[in-house]
T-cell receptor, first 112, second 114 residues
Framework: GENVEQHPSTLSVQEGDSAVIKCTYS??????FPWYKQELGKGPQLIID???NVGEKKDQRIAVTLNKTAKHFSLHITETQPEDSAVYFC???????????WGAGTKLIIKP | DGGITQSPKYLFRKEGQNVTLSCEQN?????MYWYRQDPGQGLRLIYY???????QKGDIAEGYSVSREKKESFPLTVTSAQKNPTAFYLC?????????????FGPGTRLTVL
C-alpha cells in the first residue's frame, strides 16, 4: 500500500548547526507534501509545504526540497535554535482520496 | 480566539466500555478529521468528514464511530470493539478536504483503557 518513510527517527544537532530530515513516498501520483512540527503536549502545526511543480521552497531558516523522480523530499533547518526542538512529521497527499499519509516522525534535539 | 478544542486532555476507561472524545472548532471549517498517534508511528487517519451529515472511513476505522450533526462538532466514539484503544487522539480541521489545505490540530486527548 501507499506509505511514507521518514529518517532519522531521532536527530541531535548542536545549536547553530543545520538539520536535515528525509522522507520517501510510494504513491507516484502524490503532488502535495507538507511538513508539520509537534511540540510537547500540542497538536502538529504546519511549518512549510511544497507542491510537485516546485523543486524547492524556502521560508527564513526552513527549506524543503522535492525530487519527484526519486520520490523523496527533505526538510532543511539552518542555524538551529533551542525552540526548534520538537517532533517533525512529513506527509504526502494520497491521490485516491486526497488525504495525507504521514511519516513516523523525527525527534529533533538541539544541544546547547 | 479561533481554534480547535478537544476534551478531556486525559481520559481513563475500563476495558469493555465505550467512550466519546469531544472535538469542537470555531474556524468555520467544512472538513474535520480524527487521527490516532502511537509512539514511533505517524498519524493514522480514523475518520474524516467533508461536510455536515457526511463522513468517510479512514485507514483504521474499525472499532470507532463518528457523527457530524453540526459544522462545529465532530465527536469520536471508541467502542469496545477496538482491540487496542489506548493511544493519543488528535482532531483536526481544514477549510475543506482535498486540494492542499492546511490542517489545524487540537491539543489531543490521551486515552488509557485499564
Amino acid at each position: 500500500g501507499e506509505n511514507v518513510e521518514q529518517h532519522p527517527s531521532t536527530l541531535s544537532v548542536q545549536e547553530g548547526d543545520s538539520a536535515v530530515i528525509k522522507c520517501t513516498y510510494s504513491d507516484s501520483a502524490s503532488n502535495y507534501f507538507p511538513w508539520y512540527k509537534q511540540e510537547l503536549g500540542k497538536g502538529p502545526q504546519l511549518i512549510i509545504d511544497i507542491r510537485s511543480n516546485v523543486g524547492e521552497k524556502k521560508d527564513q531558516r526552513i527549506a524543503v526540497t522535492l525530487n519527484k523522480t526519486a520520490k523523496h523530499f527533505s526538510l532543511h533547518i539552518t542555524e538551529t535554535q533551542p525552540e526548534d526542538s520538537a517532533v517533525y512529521f512529513c506527509a504526502a497527499r494520497r491521490d485516491s482520496n486526497y488525504q495525507l499519509i504521514w511519516g513516523a516522525g523525527t525527534k529533533l534535539i538541539i544541544k546547547p | 480566539d479561533g481554534g480547535i478544542t478537544q476534551s478531556p486532555k486525559y481520559l481513563f476507561r475500563k476495558e469493555g466500555q465505550n467512550v466519546t472524545l469531544s472535538c469542537e472548532q470555531n474556524l468555520n471549517h467544512d472538513a474535520m478529521y480524527w487521527y490516532r498517534q502511537d509512539p514511533g508511528q505517524g498519524l493514522r487517519l480514523i475518520y474524516y468528514s467533508q461536510i455536515v451529515n457526511d463522513f468517510q472511513k479512514g485507514d483504521i476505522a474499525e472499532g470507532y464511530s463518528v457523527s457530524r450533526e453540526k459544522k462545529e462538532s465532530f465527536p469520536l466514539t471508541v467502542t469496545s470493539a477496538q482491540k487496542n484503544p489506548t493511544a493519543f487522539y488528535l482532531c483536526a480541521s481544514s477549510i475543506r478536504t482535498g486540494l492542499n489545505n492546511e490542517q489545524f490540530f487540537g491539543p489531543g486527548t490521551r486515552l488509557t483503557v485499564l
